[in-house]
């Protein structure tokens, strides 16, 4: 089974972390959403999206991406990281995947460390995170998603 990550994440890494995690778990190809690159998914049985969460939103570039490359009717997933909550975040993400007709198998999302705008004058939040704990539950989403369609 051939798996793509379509991923952003700059700040702390915070959802790089996770997706390394994952990596320990099977093969997939992460694919950065910010470089610019021929980019074809139609090759892949299954696409996850991943991105940090910035006010309540997965990073912009993440939603554009998947409107431009993510081909109709693949079965798609998501991974967050965040300070505080995952909130609504996944609203678009959704949207996209239905203008796509693309089946949702599941979402992953656990805090990660946040100095993002003004919560770096009180020295961020969720610190240490992602944890063991948190690699740990992103490997089991992993486990399950993957055996969730054989």
Known sequence: MKIAICYYS??????????EALAGEGEADLID???????????????GF???????????SV??????YLPEGKPVFFLC?????????????EAVA?????????AFGCRGYDTFGPLKL?????????????LENARKFW???KDSLG
């Open 10 to 19: 700059r700040h702390h890494g915070n959802t790089r972390k996770v997706l």
């Open 122 to 134: 009180v020295g961020g939040i969720a610190k240490g995170h992602p944890n063991g704990r948190d």
């Open 98 to 106: 239905r203008e796509k007709y693309c089946p949702v198998l599941g």
């Open 81 to 93: 990281t965040y300070g505080a909550s995952r909130g609504k975040s996944l609203r678009e993400m």
């Open 50 to 60: 991943a991105s940090g969460v910035y006010y309540g939103k997965f990073h912009p």
């Open 33 to 47: 959403v910010t470089t610019r690159q021929a980019v074809r998914l139609e090759g892949y049985d299954r696409i």
């Open 143 to 145: 486990r399950q998603m």
């Open 63 to 68: 939603p554009a991406f998947a409107r431009q």
